[in-house]
C-alpha cells in the first residue's frame, strides 16, 4: 500500500497499520482498544459526499428479501442515509 495513504488513515482513526482492513475502499477499524470507535462510510446524497457514521449510530434493518441495510441520520445536514451492508459491514454491527 502507498505509504502516505496509510498515514492519513492512521492518523485519522489514531491506529496502527495492522489495526485497519481496506475493503472496496471503505475502511473498517479492526483493532477497538487502539482506536476511539469503528465507522462506516456511507453516502450522503444531498451533500454528494461521504460521511463516516459511528457503529452506534447505525440502526440495522432486514429489508423483505432478507437483506441486511443500515440507516443512519447524517450530522452535517439531518437527512437520513441508507446502505446496503456488506459481509465486513455486517460483521462490524453484530449482525451474522
Not at 32 to 46: D, G, N, P, V, W
Not at 74 to 92: A, I, N, Q, V, W
Amino acid at each position: 500500500m502507498h505509504l502516505a495513504f496509510i498515514m492519513k488513515i492512521t492518523n485519522r482513526f489514531h491506529c496502527s497499520e495492522k489495526a485497519l482492513k481496506i475493503h472496496h475502499l471503505s475502511i473498517y477499524v479492526l483493532n477497538k482498544k487502539e482506536t476511539k470507535m469503528a465507522q462506516i462510510k456511507f453516502y450522503s446524497l444531498k451533500n454528494k459526499k461521504s460521511v463516516w457514521i459511528d457503529v452506534e449510530n447505525i440502526t440495522l434493518r432486514t429489508l423483505e428479501n432478507g437483506r441486511k441495510a443500515g440507516e443512519a441520520i447524517d450530522p452535517e445536514s439531518g437527512t437520513k442515509l441508507f446502505k446496503f451492508l456488506s459481509k465486513d459491514d455486517r460483521k462490524l454491527l453484530g449482525a451474522e
